[in-house]
């Protein structure tokens, strides 16, 4: 296991204005990760929150979740040596910054 | 989480389920990259067809399964790299803007018809990737029919049908697929089989055809169904990729707000009521046998199209008007099968290859098939007016009832041919009527069948000092009415020959 | 495995059939559609059968795929218009073709065509109605078909052929027009032009029609991000949408207009009073009338609108500014009737029509206009006589009714 201590945590991303508070993802979450926040978004629906840990990076709650836009699964994986950064196909993704916890 | 870059990947790769669970320590960030599952690029980043102040929001409720299944299909287009191909029919119902969300060829239609509109895109363009997407009033009720002869023909579409057991967008009626017992507002004592009937079973129903490819049905009731949905999403996909023909998955999906649910609630509906009503399983997979069907390339040549109707533009003949020329009127009666329609228009073919105005009218509908009928032809110098013929000049009477029906309308001076079986005919009026042994002439010859061609040689005999039509005339008119079958040109040529000997050697 | 069977080559499969033909041929009215849609580019054929449009669907069976087009026999009404609606979505040129009760069925397509703006040709072969009436031929869907016919402020372009060669020639014409305005157009044909058989010189032509990328939705990459599609749910951009559709139509009234004129006005003869109006087969039948008429003696002619909408209103409005008196001639209840009765200010207009699948009688129509132009004369020489020469004219049709009726009494029990 002590490899596994050198890595970062996978998280989900929740976009909070694009949810509606249908509880599926809670519902499936394997580690009871995500909880319904009292607060309401802009939407006027309460919204989906990560506890700030527990996540394993399965994407359940992206699959069972009804707004395509609304959840990301971030899972940070080991850099395979040989695989550089300059790969037209990849797109730098700067979502991160959109993070609502 | 310290910011940094990371990189988008197949968010459909397995390797999302490896597990990470320890803390965070000092991390080498550089090490690292970042896998993203999110939504596929064949799904719009923002929903700007919908519009209003929240265009990232799907328009459909809270829990819906509309917006799951959009997402897996459009994980599939990426996978498979179809998503320039792909056309999405939006259907009416809740998913009546679906095109607000794939980012592909969109094409939204009437009610239930979307199984014929995706043939009329997928017949023209062949290489397209058709998509229809229904729900259950759409396809199991106002489409039923569409859906099982496009299912039947084989077409080229992948359809998703979304079953919720409900009429959505109208508010929750009883829908094909309601289950029995269960409350919607037009079944508020719960279904009742009695005046309702059962629920409608899609995929057994389509699985008696020969032609799907692929059927099964799949559910959204949770995760684990719902990544089984996406396997076989995909697998529909790659048969439509592949062009292999017709593709159905059934979808069983909540719809939280008309059966009044929650997530707890819809779940629980889907495994433990649709499920046992709707068994989810793959019910068909020929892709393996299934050859790519190619359809043909459309040619729009005029050297094709000249040559398919026998276009033969260097021997034009132009239709010469001549106001000094007399109308003949024509008619021909007897029983349908005795050439009545071909002998006219032998007459009408010859007349016209000698550049007359001429039209040739058939008595139409059941009569031509076992009755009797009748044709008019009209010759004429000039434009013609009505081509049904009342009054005529001619009249070709092949059986009793022909002649005793128009000969009446037979003009002074005019004439009657009539096939002498009938037996005799007499008039008081100033009418030439000449009785023809036709089928012993036609028989002479030896074809019995050609003695409407020997009544028009006789007819060819009497109109010879006329300057009606010529006997090349009446031969062109023979060779075009048998063009496509030479052999009997020249019989009938001989018969119409004999036709016409046998009134020489008759008429006074 | 059904599949398999159909799997064929990616070629063009004209085939040559043997003999050879002059480039005129007597042709049936209802293969010079297909022949005429065939030479416009038309490349999808969608239908179903009814009678007396059938030869429509059988000639298209025939000679579409002989040249790789494609032949559909759709399972109803509603489907064949909804496959023109998809392969009009994808921008190829694509038709359809029935009779009155088929029509009928097929309106909900059409309006979504006319919502959609997708370039279309639809035939109509009236036969005789309500319901399912009789295969007869009559011109009683000249409302359904000239007023839009479905829900919505919508219309269709409408052509009405009054000959074989017209039945070819207005065909091309109509995929013209489709592609101009993007807008459904109907050819409103009847049954006798659908069954009758005339010389028809073949188009000159031959067009290769391409789709157009700027709105056709082709499963490619250029055409991606367009949207085929009738729904606006903002009220106010509906009813901007509905605005536009109507400068369309009057676009359309203003450029396509189009109809024939016989003894109106002209310098070797005098000014008729009297115009029949009338299109279709009984125009051809107004013709011999007026023909008839004008060799008597009386200042009689003939308006022929081609085009049903947009309608020759505004000829019709001179000529009634100048006095003269109108005949509504239709095998239908009147319906033209008004349209030329709005044209000409309100005006009485007269009508002579048969219905229930009766051709008109010329002496019928010869008979009004000696009643109107001639009260006095019409006493003593110019009542309908039957023994008078010229109404034993060809033309003259006395006792179709009879004759269709007594031929065979499964007629009036038709189902097809």
Known sequence: ?101 | MKNHSSINVDSHSKEFETKITNQNTNLDLEEFETKIIKKPKSINDSFTRKGGDFPNVTHYCAGCGHGILHKLIGEAMDDLDIQERSVMISPVGCSVFCYYYFNCGNVQTAHGRAPAVGTGITRAENNAIVMAYQGDGDLASIGLNETIQAANRGEKIAVFFINNTIYGMTGGQMAPTTLIGEVTITSQGGRDPDSTGYPMHMCELLDNLEAPVFIERVSLADVKQVRKAKIAIKKALQVQKEGKGYTFIEVLSPCPTNLRQDAKGAEEFIKNHMEKEFPVKRFRDKSKETKPLVRNESDFSMESLDKIFKVDRKNDVETISKTDFENVNVKIAGFGGQGVLSAGLTLAEAACSEGRHVSWYPSYGPEQRGGTSNCSVVIAGDTIGSPVVNECDVLIALNKPALEKFKEKVKEKGLIIYDSRIGEYKTDKKIKVVSVPAVDIATSCGNPKAMNTAILGVLMEIGKNKNILSKDAYYEGIREIFASKPKLIDLNIEVLEAGAKWMRENSK | MANQMNASNNSPTCVEIPGSKLGSQMTKGNTAIIIGAMYAGCDCFFGYPITPANEILHEASKYFPMVGRKFVQAESEEAAINMVYGGASAGHRVMTASSGPGISLKQEGITFLAGAELPSVIVDVMRAGPGLGNIGPEQSDYSQITKGGGHGNYKTIVLAPNSVQEMCDLTMKAFELADKYRSPVVILADGVLGQMAEPLEFPKKAIEHIPDDNWAVRGNKKTMENLVTSIFLDFNLLEEFNQELQVKYKEIERQEVDFEEYYIEGEDFEDAELILISYGISSRLSKTAVDIAREKGFKVGLLRPISLFPFPQERIFQLAKKNCEFVSVEMSNGQMLEDIKMSANFKDIHLVNRMGGNLIEVAEILEKIYELLNSENSKSNSSYDKDNKELNEPYIEKKYKDEINSENNLNSRIID
Do not use: W
């Open chain 1, 1 to 101: 296991m002590n490899k596994y201590k050198e890595r970062p945590q996978p998280f989900p991303v929740i976009h909070k204005n694009e949810c509606k508070a249908c509880d599926r993802c809670v519902i499936t979450c394997k580690n009871n990760a995500l909880e319904m926040s009292n607060e309401l978004n802009d939407s006027g629906y309460n919204y989906v929150i990560y506890k700030g840990e527990g996540c394993i990076g399965c994407g359940n709650c992206y699959y069972t979740c009804p707004e395509p836009l609304a959840i990301e699964v971030h899972i940070p994986k080991r850099r395979k040596k040989d695989k550089a950064e300059n790969s037209d196909n990849n797109i730098v993704e700067s979502n991160i910054n959109k993070k609502e916890e």
